[in-house]
């Protein structure tokens, strides 16, 4: 038989029987630890705020889809508006994650960054049928009224977004990708708000088309490549006298 053969099935029996001589020394079962009530009322209640709206779910809701006792919410947040800002967070960790991979990637062609980005995020509202649209413009929607607190970290992460888009826009600018029609700051801002607006459409119409045509426009009229220049004409030459 093949020594590649025996030195494998050898180390196969002999790591078997260490786990099991361990196994049996420790006398228990490994089992993956179950997680906080803390843990499990954020991340329940961020599927439960996205789905339904922030206003239309109660602690009480949050509570039963975490499976925490009735007092856990209370021991843990200060308020339900305090638990909303946490629930921000939660979801900027993701956000800032995808920005990072896209729009301030410099490994990447700029306008393909910018493209990821808002593909990654069609594909994200994909996932759940358009339903549940972006947590920062539903929480703008719900909030701007009612909650300070929530209304402002929701300015500063659009704020945020602004910079990271005039970032790649900048670059693209650089790269000779496009010629800007205005200060890219603007076209940021622009970028930005319509994006959130198409969003906010799809979500509506169940339909991820108003997003889709946002893109195609904006790359192909707003941010299009420039035309080529013409190359020079050649002089031509004096005719020779005869």
């Keep these: ?136 413009g539903n929480m703008a929607a719900e909030m701007s009224e009612h909650g300070e607190p929530i209304r402002a970290r929701v300015v500063e992460v659009f704020a945020e977004n602004r910079a990271s888009v005039k970032y790649c826009l900048d670059a693209a600018v650089a790269a000779g990708e496009f010629e800007p029609s205005a200060p890219t700051a603007e076209l940021a801002g622009f970028i930005v708000s319509s994006l959130q607006g198409a969003i906010l459409v799809a979500k509506a119409q169940r339909d991820p088309a108003p997003v889709q045509r946002f893109m195609k426009l904006l790359f192909s009229s707003v941010l299009r490549a420039p035309e080529p220049k013409p190359a020079p004409r050649a002089k031509k030459a004096p005719k020779k006298r005869a």
């Design 1 to 136: 038989m093949d020594e590649r053969i025996i030195s494998v099935k050898l180390a196969r029996r002999f790591a078997a029987r260490s786990l099991d001589a361990i196994t049996r020394r420790k006398n228990k079962i490994l089992r993956v630890p179950k997680p906080s009530n803390r843990n499990q009322l954020l991340s329940q209640g961020l599927r439960l705020v996205h789905e339904r709206g922030f206003n239309a779910s109660s602690v009480r809701d949050i509570v039963e889809a975490a499976g925490a006792p009735q007092g856990s919410f209370t021991n843990h947040f200060g308020s339900k508006e305090a638990f909303g800002l946490e629930l921000i967070e939660r979801y900027h960790d993701m956000t800032s994650a995808a920005v990072a991979a896209t729009l301030r990637n410099d490994g990447l062609p700029p306008l393909a960054r910018l493209r990821a980005w808002m593909t990654n995020q069609l594909h994200y509202l994909r996932l759940h049928d358009m339903r549940r649209g972006c947590l920062y």
